[in-house]
């Protein structure tokens, strides 16, 4: 047992990517975080590291994150190979250093996607996704003009369904694990979450062509049964989505 | 001066009918003509900014984060109030409105709470139309729970993530107009000057937070939805990144900060566990349905939960509040937790924390019962703690959570400022001294969708178009003036971090300006806060520059404005000789350690002009008159 065990802390060794700007060649660079207890989070161990790399005179690490509640979905790191460090169900921030210990070596990088360019250090521009809902990931109810919201009913069977699928946060960790950098959990999760509404039936068929064409042009790849962005997501996410995504496609082509 | 809300007179259920009918508007083919600059994408911004895009306007929208869907209104968990009656349990336009003016402690505007009560049912409708999945029961119908402050059930919620589905419906509307080129987006973006021209409100000056470029939008309106203050504390349930910069750019350009002392304090959080910490994590109000708030009777009683017999346990909540027991409200709530830790009989690390104990609970109705209530809760809890709440009692403690207060506005959300409008969390307009759960989504999208397209259109019939050019002095003027900020910042060069600086204001705030107030803690506070600010801006360090990203350089800005709004903060607090809603002053209680409100002598909302950051602010009263609610004392015994 080292001293820092017995202090109930412990230093760890980190190995991050650091790049300056997205055409700058980036490179990893090693650091040590130290006086880590097991109640810091993963993001907390971060800030501890950058407020020693401020005092030395050096630039600190820069990293996306902002409610640190696993809700806004602005955490995007790949730790030890795995997004969000490969605890089930968990962003980066709800991970905490009780699952590593004394003297462990962490690897932490980026999202790496062709549609996701690195900003700077652990920072990705994750815009593509956005640029997907604006194809169509909506119904287009004007404002003012919806019908009492009893007047259409909805199963509760299709409610809870709607409801798993439109728990997804946006934050790329299913592009990040995927060969090949695909986005159809993410697009099949919100195509299923309207499909499966009467208020969003309607639509269906442009929406899926639509939103299929904007991930093709935002430079995302396609799927080939890997799984491994449900095993990413932090809402677990079901692959059933993407299957109900095929078969709106399929739907839409013989309409 | 005597602030005036313009509020419609007559009978208060025909206030808004007879209002919209009496404002002017803007001709279809006009609109297009007109630019309204929509700072913030939460529920307030996003709903606004696509509603505006819909009816024609051409809208700029600007969000610090990289999308909108990341506002902090993601984050709200329990509900969304709205006077549907589909229960049939006695619920009306009426009841929300007297609940939210009660709720309050009588610290609102009539007016208003009426307006939002009246179009809290259209915002379900035009949810459930986006596709917002909320909760139903067996038959199809909506479903609904009840929550604190409220006799009936009115609160519609999507599992424990209804703030993130109403937010996602808001996003989606507004990237439907994005795609029709109705609304122009720029995320990370930062405000941090607004522009005005012959006194009007027209343009603001952003920082890239990419690039580093400083540089102005300009428009025939602005509109601040940036959302809370509590950030003030360094530590709250807030995203890291909310701040009150822009709300300060506004009032240090004139607009008027009203009732900066009502912050409110939520009972149920995740006690704090080290000095590294950087976030407090709510745990849903829901809890108390079936969880009991308990401390050990003697002091220094180190045995674990488990082995302290009933009889040497106080649950002190039902102890001091019989009739409402575990569901008192925040406030309520908050203060009793914090009188149990100060005598000393607080539990955990610090004797900060009480104990939230379930096993009644579990004993009465199994645990899978308690699971299927409240698993996510469960598991959220022992994430962040690595304890199993199904076996030993969760601990928790109050952390700062919402502003009440904000930017003023008058009935059509206009502040003092022609020109410039502010909406949802960030004016002051509902929720008085306290607001009740489940009210804010409600107060976001009202303002968004139902009230800024009608409210906005009376001022742009009534202004010149165009007034104001990216050529013109003031924007080159604010340009200069952000940019010299930032140099100065970034040229102290000295020993400190910003987050050290950050944390010395959040403890002095929390400790002297927090749960509990008087006379000698707040002149302290006032004393001792301009000596921070002096010194953050002598031995301030910030590594890089300004022309690249920047984070330690972007929080410099925000906590640089927290160290002026937390002195405006306590000076409101130390002027409001009475206690209110969250806001309690130690002075100012009954014999059992009730609040005691002074109808007398504080029936009004202060609102505060800029004179300078050494000078005293000038202070406005907007009187307040009560004529539909009787003024009553809160009791929960």
């Known amino acids: 047992m080292s001293a820092n065990s017995e202090h109930g802390t412990m230093t760890l060794k980190l190995i991050v990517w650091r790049q300056k700007g997205p055409n700058e060649p980036g490179r990893f660079e090693t650091y040590l975080a130290k006086g880590i207890t097991e109640h810091h989070s993963f993001l907390e161990m971060l800030d501890v590291v950058n407020q020693d790399l401020i005092k030395e005179g050096k630039e600190p690490i820069v990293f996306d994150h902002d409610c640190r509640e696993g809700i806004c979905g602005t955490c995007s790191q790949v730790i030890n190979g795995l997004p969000h460090g490969g605890q089930v169900r968990t962003t980066v921030c709800q991970l905490h250093m009780r699952k590593f210990k004394d003297g462990d070596t962490i690897y932490i990088e980026p999202w790496k996607a062709k549609a996701f360019p690195v900003l700077k250090d652990l920072m990705v521009d994750r815009g593509a996704l956005d640029k997907v809902i604006q194809a169509g990931g909506y119904t287009s109810a004007r404002t003012g003009a919806a019908p009492d ?53 309607v639509e269906a068929a442009e929406r899926v062509n639509s939103m299929l064409n904007a991930m093709k042009e935002c430079g995302f790849g396609n799927c080939t049964n890997h799984f491994e962005c449900q095993a990413a997501c932090p809402k677990g996410i079901d692959v059933k989505f993407i299957a109900r995504l095929n078969r709106e496609y399929l739907k839409a082509l013989v309409f | 001066m005597i602030l005036d809300g313009k509020s419609p007179t007559g009978p208060i259920e025909s206030t808004w009918d007879k209002h919209r009918f009496d404002m002017k508007l803007v001709n279809p083919a006009n609109k297009r003509k007109y630019k309204i600059l929509v700072v913030g994408t939460g529920l307030a911004g996003a709903s606004a900014a696509a509603s505006l895009g819909e009816l024609g306007y051409n809208v700029e929208a600007f969000c610090y984060q990289d999308s909108p869907r990341r506002a902090h209104s993601i984050a709200a968990q329990g509900g969304i109030n709205a006077a549907k009656n589909y229960p049939n349990d ?26 939002l009560a009246q179009v809290s049912n259209n915002i379900i409708d035009q949810c459930v139309a986006q596709g917002v999945p909320f909760a139903r029961d067996y038959a199809g119908y909506l479903d609904n729970r009840s929550f604190g402050g409220a006799q009936v059930s009115r609160t519609f919620y999507a599992r424990g993530q209804t703030g993130q589905q109403l937010l996602l419906g808001a996003y989606s509307a507004l990237s439907r107009q994005i795609k029709l080129g109705t609304v122009k987006l720029f995320p990370r973006t930062e405000m941090l000057d607004l522009v005005l021209v012959e006194g009007e409100a027209k343009g603001i000056t952003i920082r890239d937070l990419v690039t580093g470029e400083i ?45 900066p002392c009502y912050t409110q304090i939520h009972p149920t959080c995740i006690p704090q566990s080290g000095d590294y910490q950087s976030k407090l994590t709510l745990m849903s109000e829901s809890l108390r349905n079936d969880g009991r708030c308990w401390v050990p009777k003697k002091h220094g009683d180190n045995r674990p939960p488990g082995e302290i017999p009933e009889e040497d346990r106080d649950y002190y909540l039902e102890r001091k509040y019989p009739s409402f027991g575990n569901l008192a409200p925040r406030d309520i709530a908050s203060r009793a937790a914090k009188e149990q830790c100060d005598d000393g009989r607080g539990v955990g690390p610090g004797g900060r924390g009480v104990y939230l104990d379930f096993a009644d609970a579990i004993g009465r109705l199994g645990e899978d019962v308690i699971r299927e209530r409240y698993g996510n809760l469960f598991e959220m809890y022992e994430l962040i703690t690595a304890e199993n709440g199904y076996k030993v009692p969760m601990r928790i403690y109050p952390a700062p959570h919402y502003a009440m207060g904000g930017l003023w ?13 502010v909406l949802g969390e960030a004016n002051f307009s509902v929720h008085g001294a306290n607001r009740l759960g489940a009210s804010a989504l409600m107060q976001g999208l009202a303002d968004g969708y139902f009230v800024i397209p009608y409210t906005i259109a009376h001022y742009l019939a009534q202004t010149s178009l165009g007034m104001l050019k990216e050529d013109a002095p003031e924007c080159k003027a604010s340009v200069s003036e952000v940019n010299a900020r930032i140099d100065r910042l970034l040229s102290i060069k000295g020993e400190r971090t910003v987050a050290e600086f950050h944390r010395e204001l959040g403890s002095l705030m929390w400790n002297n300006v927090g749960m509990a107030r008087s006379e000698a803690t707040l002149t302290e506070a006032i004393e001792k806060i301009p000596a921070i600010r002096a010194q953050f801006w002598e ?35 130390l002027h409001r000789k009475e206690s209110c809603g969250g806001h309690f002053r130690v002075e100012y209680q009954t014999e059992d350690g009730e609040a005691m409100r002074d109808d007398e002598n504080f029936c009004y909302s202060a609102a505060w002009g800029y004179r300078g950051v050494d000078q005293e602010p000038e202070m406005h009263k907007e009187p307040l008159k009560f004529e539909n609610v009787e003024l009553a004392v809160r009791s929960y015994k």
């Open chain 1, 149 to 201: 919201g009893n007047s259409i009913l909805i199963s509760k069977e299709s409610a809870d369904y709607a409801m798993d699928a439109a728990e997804c946060i946006g934050c790329g960790a299913c592009v990040a694990a995927c060969p090949n950098g695909a986005a159809m959990l993410f697009t099949g999760a919100k195509v299923s979450q309207l499909a499966a509404l009467p208020q969003g039936k």
């Open chain 2, 90 to 115: 006695g619920d009306s336009i009426r009841r929300l409105f007297y609940d939210t003016v009660k709720g309050g402690d009588f610290r609102a505007r009539e007016a208003d709470v009426w307006r």
């Open chain 2, 215 to 259: 540089r102005n939008h300009v428009g025939d309106a602005v509109v601040l939805c940036t959302g809370g203050y509590a950030n003030v504390f360094d530590l709250s349930t807030m995203a890291r990144g909310a701040s009150v910069s822009a709300n300060w750019v506004a009032y240090k350009k004139g607009a008027y900060f009203a009732n």
């Open chain 2, 409 to 421: 506005v008058d009935y059509n959300l206009m502040s003092n400022l022609p020109g410039l409008f």
């Open chain 2, 539 to 573: 031995n301030l360090r910030i590594p890089g520059n300004g022309a690249e990203i920047n984070q330690q350089l972007e929080n410099a800005g925000r906590v640089a404005d927290f160290l002026e709004f937390a002195e405006l903060f306590a000076r409101d607090a």
